[in-house]
C-alpha cells in the first residue's frame, strides 16, 4: 500500500533536470549576452550620431551667415581704399571678432592660394581661361568666392578660376 506510483509513468530523474536546467540557463545566459552586446551596439551608434548632430546643428545658421562674412570682406576692401584709418581699424576690428567668433563654432576658411594645384575635390571651377603660362595649367589663378568647413565637412567650395 505505501506504493501509489504507476508502473507506466516515470518521473524524471534528478540527473536529467539537472542537465534540462543548465541548458536553459545556458539559452538564458546566451539571450542575455546577445542583448548585453545588442545595448552596447545601441549606446555606441546614439553617442556616435549624438555628436555627428552636434557638430553640423549649427550648419543652417552658419550658411546663412557665410554670405555676411562675403561682405564684410567686400566692406572692409572699400574702407581700405577710403584711406580713413580709425574707420579701417574699427571695421577690421569688428570683423575680426565676428571671425573669431565663428571660427570658435567650428567655421573654418578654406585656404585657397593663386598658383595652387586644381583639386575637383575641394574646388569649385567656375571657368577656365587660357594661361599665358604654361606653369599654370591646370592651377588656380583666381578666387572668386571663399570656401568653407563645418569642422570636417565643407559646406561651401571655394570658387576658382583654373588655367588652361
Same mark, same amino acid.
Given at each position: 500500500m505505501g506504493n501509489t506510483k504507476s508502473k507506466g509513468s516515470k518521473k524524471p530523474t534528478l540527473k536529467s533536470q539537472i542537465e534540462t536546467l543548465e541548458i536553459a540557463v545556458k539559452e538564458e545566459k546566451d539571450k542575455f549576452l546577445r542583448l548585453f552586446a545588442e545595448f552596447e551596439n545601441y549606446k555606441k551608434r546614439t553617442s556616435k550620431e549624438r555628436l555627428e548632430l552636434y557638430k553640423t546643428a549649427s550648419q543652417e545658421l552658419m550658411m546663412a551667415l /557665410? &554670405?555676411?562674412? +562675403?561682405?564684410?570682406?567686400?566692406?572692409s576692401l572699400e574702407f581700405i581704399k577710403s584711406k580713413d584709418n580709425? %574707420?579701417?581699424e574699427g571695421f577690421s576690428l569688428i570683423k575680426n571678432k565676428f571671425s573669431e567668433i565663428l571660427k570658435s563654432q567650428g567655421l573654418i576658411l578654406i585656404e585657397v592660394n593663386k598658383?595652387?594645384?586644381?583639386?575637383?575635390?575641394?574646388?569649385?571651377?567656375?571657368?577656365? /581661361? &587660357?594661361?599665358? +603660362?604654361?606653369?599654370?595649367?591646370g592651377k588656380i589663378i583666381d578666387i572668386t568666392e571663399s570656401g568653407y568647413k %563645418?569642422?570636417?565637412?565643407?559646406?561651401?567650395?571655394?570658387?576658382?578660376?583654373?588655367g588652361n
Open positions: /557665410i &554670405p555676411m562674412i +562675403d561682405d564684410m570682406e567686400r566692406a580709425g %574707420l579701417v598658383g595652387d594645384e586644381f583639386d575637383a575635390e575641394i574646388h569649385e571651377a567656375i571657368t577656365q /581661361i &587660357p594661361s599665358k +603660362d604654361k606653369s599654370m595649367k %563645418l569642422g570636417d565637412k565643407i559646406i561651401r567650395y571655394p570658387k576658382v578660376v583654373v
